[in-house]
T-cell receptor, first 116, second 112 residues
């Protein structure tokens, strides 16, 4: 059973460009979470999605950031008009549909975004 | 809100030394507690977990006990190896919740 897959692993963008980060959850998992890790810091929650629904986006910046998890295909985290402060590692995690309380999330290898 | 506090690093030890990384938490309800490890340039791997008070999680020689009375989940290993050099994150997920709340991480260096 393949783990959570993210691509690309490394992404370089110039200021003002768009960044698209992809996440394929583990087989059978329908819940996806995105986290951001700034250099030398812990991970911070950004958004929680189920198929075709955003459940909680309280950690997402109000502008330029969006996320989706369509019925078919991977979850996408999209950052428009990137700025240097967006440089970070972005991690995706997934969990099965009925995890119960205190669900364990399975993390992907991350996408390291560098904005020049 | 819920939070996790762990000891600041870096922690530098010689091979075969005893390791303790302190972690305390603040949470309403009854969270599940986790330790994750991140090797250089890689993602997070679950190291161990405990889902209720007095549970002990263990894996690869590491262990941690869920102490509700002191709201702690300290990570210990009796004899560290160079290959244990990594960043260790303490984390919690609250009952019925979905956000994993992470500590800031503790970097461990083990010297041969």
């Amino acid at each position: 059973n393949a783990g959570v897959m993210q691509n690309p692993r490394h992404l370089v963008r110039r200021r003002g460009q768009e960044a698209r980060l992809r996440c394929s959850p583990m087989k059978g998992h329908s819940h996806v979470y995105w986290y951001r890790q700034l250099p030398e810091e812990g991970l911070k929650f950004m958004v929680y999605l189920q198929k075709e629904n955003i459940i909680d986006e309280s950690g997402m910046p109000k502008e330029r950031f969006s996320a989706e998890f369509p019925k078919e295909g991977p979850s996408i985290l999209r950052i428009q008009q990137v700025v240097r402060g967006d440089s970070a590692a972005y991690f995706c995690a997934s969990s099965p549909p009925s995890s119960g309380g205190g669900n364990e999330q399975f993390f992907g290898p991350g996408t390291r975004l560098t904005v020049l | 809100g819920d939070s996790v506090t762990q000891m600041e690093g870096p922690v530098t030890l010689s091979e075969e030394a005893f390791l303790t990384i302190n972690c305390t938490y603040t949470a309403t309800g009854y969270p599940s507690l986790f330790w994750y490890v991140q090797y250089p340039g890689e993602g997070l791997q679950l190291l161990l977990k405990a889902t209720k008070a007095d549970d002990k999680g263990s894996n690869k020689g590491f262990e941690a006990t869920y102490r509700k009375e002191t709201t702690s989940f300290h990570l210990e290993k009796g004899s560290v190896q160079v290959s244990d050099s990594a960043v260790y994150f303490c984390a919690l997920v609250n009952t019925g919740g979905f956000k994993t709340i992470f500590g800031a991480g503790t970097r461990l260096f083990v010297k041969a």
